[in-house]
């Protein structure tokens, strides 16, 4: 049986459900929809079963079966992927990890926890924080997202400034590799120095090596007090000179993002919400100081101190600070709510030369499909810019195509989030050496010999 093949023996689902139970493996159409299109509406493809595993033991037998037919597999979590690498494009099937939904307890002296692969962010912060502790990753999708799949994109989110991405969080983790082998080191030591660290080499993976189970996660000091504020800026410029000052000059910095004016006024006419400023601006700042004494007077002062701010909105009360997120995290849903699909091109930028790629990549754009709305806005605390691109169809790949080769060529990453995926397979090799590829080949062999685990996703072909 071909991998990938959407013609599958009837033994084959039966042995799964003898594994995994009648009840967990879904074949009715109307019920797998859902499992077979990302959350962009851009990658949709078809899957014969999906099946929803209720441990490591049942994924392992899985794995075991897949390998026996040569039936190739999809990993996927809370399906919040923006670059095809969570459905089944080729007609794999999709083996879901939401029933392993464990979390904790906390170690509380360590400042650790232990959860399951189908555990949500969210639920993951509250863990952390009953525990007295937070967990350093946040991101606009945290009720959905699962952290297997934050794992498997290496997600990094709001605080990666101050905490560092997913990759920085994880001590250790329980993984069913490509080759059915269950491999398992929770223990959570800091110093810990026997040999290759698996548990890094499997975030960012995508699924292609196996399934991450479950991961042993820092947890980070509690920063109770925050205080967050909006800028208006004369131009992006300054909203980015604004920003790497405040990382200079703001120790208790914990997040800065840039939003622009047409993207913001978007959001206020999607979401009702109304303006944060009383006159608009050609760009916004919106930062956040958080740590365990009152941040207010620490925050201001390096504002008055910074140049082109035109106007300023402080919040101290969490409501109203959710508030002033709500325009950045507003961004997504308003840009969706444009008709077909966006492309959706999350890069990273190296910061001297972000303000001028910022001011250039409307025009890239616009040479190659004239009359594209861009809409740009990102961690540019980190150097991360969100390129949003409608007007555009969702195949049509000229735009991926000029984005990624003008961030490579400034030394930028095409991929600074969600993975590289289907999307951005093929311009993998603008910011990998032929060495470095031949090397994950090489990896994956090794970890996936029959090359099973999802076979179409970042790796590419040879």
């Given at each position: 049986m071909a991998c990938g093949s959407s013609s599958f023996d009837p033994g084959f689902i039966r042995a799964v459900v003898d594994v995994v139970g009648r009840a967990h493996v879904l074949t009715d159409p109307d019920v797998v929809a859902s499992y077979e299109i990302d959350w962009t509406g851009r990658f949709r493809g078809s899957t014969p079963a999906v099946v929803r595993p209720g441990s490591s033991e049942e994924l392992a037998a899985v794995v075991a079966l897949c390998r026996a037919g040569g039936v190739a597999v999809v990993p996927q979590g809370g399906n919040t992927g923006m670059v095809g690498g969570g459905v089944p494009l080729h007609g794999e099937v999709v083996v879901s990890l939401r029933r392993l939904t464990g979390v904790g307890p906390a170690d509380v002296a360590a400042g650790q926890l232990t959860v399951q692969a189908g555990a949500t962010l969210a639920d993951v912060q509250v863990a952390a924080r009953d525990a007295g502790w937070e967990?350093?990753?946040d991101l606009g999708g945290r009720d959905s997202a699962t952290i297997g799949g934050n794992v498997a994109t290496n997600a990094g989110g709001l605080r990666v400034l101050r905490y560092g991405d997913t990759r920085a969080q994880v001590l250790g983790a329980q993984a069913v590799l490509g080759t059915g082998d269950v491999v398992e080191h929770l223990g959570g030591l800091l110093k810990d120095n026997t040999g290759y660290p698996l548990h890094l080499l499997m975030c960012g993976s995508e699924g292609t090596l196996g399934f991450v189970t479950a991961v042993r996660l820092r947890l980070v000091a509690p920063a109770p007090q925050r205080v967050a504020a909006i800028l208006g800026m004369?131009?992006?410029?300054?909203?980015?000179?604004?920003?790497?000052?405040?990382?200079?000059?703001?120790?208790?910095?914990?997040?800065?993002?840039?939003?622009?004016r047409a993207g913001v006024e978007l959001v206020c006419a999607v979401t009702g919400a109304p303006p944060p400023l009383p006159s608009p601006h050609e760009a916004y700042l919106l930062v956040e100081a958080s740590g365990p004494a009152d941040p207010t007077l620490e925050l201001t002062a390096a504002v008055a101190g910074l140049s082109g701010v035109e106007d300023a909105a402080?919040?101290?009360?969490?409501?109203?600070?959710?508030?002033?997120?709500?325009?950045?995290e507003g961004h997504t849903e308003a840009v969706n709510s444009l008709g077909a699909p966006p492309h959706k091109l999350d890069v990273t930028l190296p910061f001297g030369v972000l303000a001028e790629m910022v001011e250039r990549l409307p025009s890239i754009v616009d040479a190659v499909v004239p009359g594209a709305a861009v809409w740009l806005f990102g961690h540019v605390g980190d150097g991360n810019v969100?390129?949003?691109?409608?007007?555009?169809?969702?195949?049509?790949?000229?735009?991926?195509?000029?984005?990624?080769?003008?961030?490579?060529?400034?030394?930028?990453?095409?991929?600074?989030?969600?993975?590289?995926?289907?999307?951005?397979?093929?311009?993998?090799?603008?910011?990998?050496s032929p060495a470095e590829l031949r090397a994950f080949a090489a990896i994956k062999r090794a970890l996936d010999p029959d090359g099973i685990m999802n076979p179409h996703v970042l790796v590419p072909p040879a």
């Open positions: 967990y350093g990753v004369k131009d992006a410029a300054s909203a980015l000179a604004a920003a790497q000052a405040l990382r200079l000059g703001l120790p208790t910095l914990s997040a800065a993002e840039l939003m622009l402080v919040a101290v009360d969490p409501r109203r600070i959710a508030a002033l997120f709500r325009y950045r969100h390129v949003n691109v409608t007007g555009v169809a969702p195949d049509d790949e000229r735009v991926d195509e000029a984005v990624f080769r003008a961030v490579a060529g400034v030394g930028g990453s095409i991929s600074a989030e969600h993975g590289i995926g289907t999307a951005k397979r093929k311009w993998l090799e603008l910011n990998r």
